[in-house]
């Protein structure tokens, strides 16, 4: 099953794996892309940017999913786009603890939580972003 295929406010711990295991897909090609296009001086160097970009992204995907779960839950309003928002925003938050800085957190909430709200929102909708326009 995907993502989608869940029931929102519901099966916060499928969900959350699901968006943990898609943050550390990304990850990893990150830091693959990373270490070609900057070249590290050693192998443990390497190493060490592979695991402190993928396992950022990994808690970017839990944090995300367990927020926007949760938020649905607490809110009782599962199908609310702004649980996405919520979601998005904590993983900003995170972003901004992790490099110690208020601007960089409040525009990656704000920046995480817009790109998570609409996201929702088009999957509502019906908003395609290939092929052909519907008339």
């Not at 599962?78 to 900003?92: E, L, Q, V, W």
């Amino acid at each position: 099953m995907g993502y989608w295929d869940l029931e929102e406010g519901k099966d916060c711990v499928q969900k959350t794996w699901i968006t943990t295991k898609l943050g550390t897909a990304l990850g990893l090609v990150g830091s693959a892309y990373h270490i070609v296009a900057f070249q590290p001086e050693t192998a443990v160097e390497a190493l060490a940017r592979a695991a402190n970009g993928t396992v950022t992204m990994a808690s970017l995907g839990a944090i995300f999913g367990m927020a926007t779960c949760l938020s649905a839950q607490a809110r009782d309003a599962p199908d609310d786009p702004t649980n996405y928002f919520i979601g998005g925003c904590a993983s900003g938050a995170f972003l901004g603890a992790r490099t110690h800085s208020a601007v960089t957190g409040t525009a990656a909430c704000l920046g995480l939580g817009t790109l998570a709200m609409l996201t929702k929102v088009g999957k509502m909708e019906g908003w395609r972003i290939t092929g052909p326009p519907r008339l």
